[in-house]
């Protein structure tokens, strides 16, 4: 096998942030496929912080979007996945934020390999509390992100990436 046919490559590759969707669900076997891509994310000591809230209710969309300047891409979601930290379960809160952000990245490959467009939100996390609110949500949880997700209503995303060389910063 030759690194091009890498599928987890290409998917790496290819994936992009999607902030705008079709009018159309998302199967709820795709969003649960992806929650345990999510799931396989590696953590410090296995201990999994990761805790998920999946919204696809008109109410529950609105009341999120108006806590975000990303509204637009909140409501054209078909579904809103709230990724959360369990401080119950955390034993270091840098390397536990760590293993959510693989954990994202897992779920946003694995919608992208269905698919399916998704975009992480992080600017939400100003109002972290508020969702947990909203969501009336134990206490003990912490916002990491939201991912918008739907069927991209156009594959024209670009995105670019700073050349290696200038971020090797020692290579001896
Ligand atoms: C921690 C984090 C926070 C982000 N927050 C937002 C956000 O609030 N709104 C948004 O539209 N995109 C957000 N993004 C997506 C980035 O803008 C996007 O990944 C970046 O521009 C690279 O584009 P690409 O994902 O298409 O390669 C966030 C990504 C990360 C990792």
């Keep these: ?93 840098t390397k536990d934020c760590q293993a959510v952000g693989a954990c994202l990245q897992n779920m946003l490959l694995a919608f992208h390999s269905m698919d399916l467009g998704a975009v992480w939100i992080g600017e939400i996390l100003k109002n972290g509390d508020r969702v947990v609110e909203t969501l009336k949500l134990p206490e003990r949880l912490e916002l990491m992100a939201v991912v918008a997700v739907g069927h991209p209503a156009h594959r024209n995303q670009k995105s670019h990436r700073r050349p290696i060389e200038e971020l090797i910063l020692l290579d001896k």
């Design 1 to 93: 096998m030759t690194i091009s046919d890498s599928a987890i490559l290409k998917a790496i590759y290819e994936r992009r942030s999607v902030r705008q969707f079709l009018d159309a669900p998302v199967s709820r076997d795709a969003v649960l496929e992806a929650l345990k891509a999510a799931c396989w994310a590696p953590s410090g000591l296995n201990n999994q912080p990761w805790r998920f809230a999946i919204v696809q209710d008109s109410a529950n969309k609105e009341a999120l979007a108006a806590l975000t300047r990303y509204s637009a891409t909140l409501k054209s979601a078909a579904v809103l996945v709230v990724v959360l930290l369990d401080r119950e379960a955390s034993y270091d809160h």
